[in-house]
């Protein structure tokens, strides 16, 4: 489908601070070329997902001490946020983290990708998926009702992660792989500085989408 013909969704951010550093947008291929083919249909969840860690002040490194242990990533059990209102559909929880630097995780099923994940039903068929949380650190439940900005979950490590981090996206179907992604633009947010050059100048955006590499604050 066109990215010209489809009108981004704007929701809040599904973190808050300073320092946020997003990745593997739909400005790179990472994500964007992902796909899934099953049931003679070919399915690009991720198209417009991405990836987000958190900086020093510096901008130059996203851990302090051991790079084997979760707790030494600045990110690590940081809260998420709903992006807008909704209802929790579904859940999975008790899946065991990864070692901070783990390299080449192997699955039996292609759902264990995902980690620990949520899945919000935002209304319209959108839905906004939350992977790789922290097991047993939920703050909600199956079928309750949310508000935007709630707490609902802690970021961490599990499933198909090399190191804690948020996987988010928000697609047409309730399943993290086998639907379509949709667009969406954050409605605030201040661009303190690039992953390459360091910090810089504050620049308030309302309404739009981060460029790869770019730090955030909310």
Not at 11 to 20: E, L, M, Q
Not at 97 to 102: C, S
Request: proline share 6%.
């Amino acid at each position: 489908m066109p990215r010209l013909t489809e009108v981004p969704l704007a929701i809040s951010s599904p973190v808050k601070g300073d320092n946020w550093l997003f990745i593997n947008q739909s400005t790179n291929e990472y994500h964007f070329f992902t796909m899934f083919f099953t049931g003679m249909k070919l399915w690009r969840g991720e198209r417009f997902a991405f990836d987000n860690i958190k900086l020093n002040d510096e901008m130059d490194e996203m851990l302090d001490g051991d790079p084997k242990i979760n707790e030494s990533y600045f990110n690590y059990k940081d809260t998420l946020y709903a992006v807008a209102n909704g209802t929790v559909l579904h859940m999975v929880d008790g899946r065991p983290e990864n070692r901070g630097d783990a390299r080449d995780i192997t699955f039996a099923n292609l759902d264990e990708y995902a980690g620990n994940y949520l899945v919000l039903d935002i209304g319209n068929s959108r839905y906004a998926f939350y992977a790789h949380c922290v097991p047993n650190e939920f703050m909600v439940t199956k079928g309750e009702t949310v508000k935007e900005g709630d707490p609902i979950a802690l970021l961490g490590n599990s499933g198909n992660s090399t190191g804690p981090h948020l996987h988010f996206q928000i697609t047409d179907g309730p399943h993290i792989f086998f639907s379509n992604g949709l667009p969406f633009v954050i409605k605030k947010y201040t661009k303190i500085g690039k992953s390459e050059t360091g910090p810089s100048s504050p620049v308030v955006y309302t309404n739009a989408m981060m460029e790869e590499q770019t730090v955030i604050s909310f």
